[in-house]
T-cell receptor, first 111, second 114 residues
């Protein structure tokens, strides 16, 4: 059964303090791994798709990496506006389109 | 247009009411989804429509009834809901169910059942 586990559940950082969020996954065949950002009461906002081990993608202060078992979302010199819940999800090679989400990491960045 | 639009943004309904949630996209996406999200939990899949046909129903109670009138519209009809059905209902779309381009989510409808 496909499974996604994110850690930590919550993370508090000072502005400028870099850190990483972890997403461990088990899937029969990986079609893609997704990172989303979600603000309270809003829909998830797409950040990255990673397809294969060794792949990396960057956007502003965020960098996502992928291995065969896990993905990391690195946040460099975060700002208070980076505070949000970060969701990881996987899609398997079936043609259902279904995403399996992790529980999310809630990030708070204090000025 | 790169958005998924959901209406209404907020809905309060009684347990005997009938209401509908609406979702619209004009990106030419052929797969559309309904997700339910409870507070501090990840989104949970309810339904998948692929090329306007229902392809997945995740054992959702019949008080939730999806409808896809055309490739741009997705509705969720609600009837005789329970207070535990209160949640954020998210609509999403993607280019196709077997393609990996990520979903585009709407902002959601915050539903409260009283």
């Amino acid at each position: 059964e496909d499974q996604v586990t994110q850690s930590p559940e919550a993370l508090r950082l000072q502005e400028g303090e870099s850190s990483s969020l972890n997403c461990s996954y088990t899937v029969s065949g990986l079609r893609g791994l997704f990172w989303y950002r979600q603000d309270p009461g809003k829909g998830p906002e797409f950040l990255f798709t990673l397809y294969s081990a060794g792949e990396e993608k960057e956007k502003e202060r965020l960098k996502a990496t992928l291995t065969k078992k896990e993905s990391f979302l690195h946040i460099t010199a975060p700002k208070p506006e980076d505070s949000a819940t970060y969701l990881c999800a996987v899609q398997d090679t079936g043609n259902t389109g279904k995403l399996i989400f992790g529980q999310g990491t809630t990030l708070q960045v204090k000025p | 247009d790169t958005e998924v639009t959901q209406t209404p943004k907020h809905l309060v309904m009684g347990m005997t009411n009938k209401k509908s949630l609406k979702c619209e996209q004009h990106m030419g996406h052929r797969a559309m989804y309904w997700y339910k999200q409870k507070a501090k939990k990840p989104p949970e899949l309810m339904f998948v429509y692929s090329y306007e046909k229902l392809s997945i129903n995740e054992s959702v109670p019949s008080r939730f009834s999806p409808e896809c009138p055309n490739s741009s519209l997705l509705n969720l009809h609600l009837h005789a809901l329970q207070p535990e059905d209160s949640a954020l209902y998210l609509c999403a779309s993607s280019q196709g169910p077997g393609q990996v381009y990520g979903y585009t989510f709407g902002s959601g409808t915050r539903l409260t059942v009283v």
